[in-house]
Nanobody
Framework: QVQLVESGGGLVQAGGSLRLSCAAS????????MGWFRQAPGKEREFVAA???????SYADSVKGRFTISRDNAKNTVYLQMNSLKPEDTAVYYC??????????????WGQGTQVTVSS
């Protein structure tokens, strides 16, 4: 069983930065794509960013140029650096592990989420 534990959320003013972390259990972290998703109140969960096992990345248009996803396979951890935050970035952010090495294969494990609140 894979466990994903997010951390790093909090309250920040608009224009500020946060870095989210997601620590994964298991010995084969490097073999799988990882992703970040978010869900705002009253809205459906949406894709934010993903990183393949190769290191190839993908971003939602709404965060391109502001957010950066990265991974440290030695630490079994994926990060989401969020800069120039906007109030509309307020959401619960979830980490997910892919079903394979590329993020196009879907996700089958999810973390419990971490709250990010951006004040105007």
């Amino acid at each position: 069983q894979v466990q994903l534990v997010e951390s790093g959320g909090g309250l920040v003013q608009a224009g500020g930065s946060l870095r989210l972390s997601c620590a994964a259990s298991g010995r084969t972290f490097s073999d799988y794509a990882m992703g970040w998703f978010r869900q705002a109140p009253g809205k459906e969960r949406e894709f934010v960013a993903a990183i393949a096992s190769s290191g190839y990345t993908s971003y939602a248009d709404s965060v391109k140029g502001r957010f950066t996803i990265s991974r440290d396979n030695a630490k079994n951890t994926v990060y989401l650096q969020m800069n120039s935050l906007k109030p509309e970035d307020t959401a619960v952010y979830y980490c997910a592990r892919g079903a394979g090495p590329h993020y196009g294969l879907g996700y089958n494990y999810w973390g419990q989420g971490t709250q990010v609140t951006v004040s105007s």
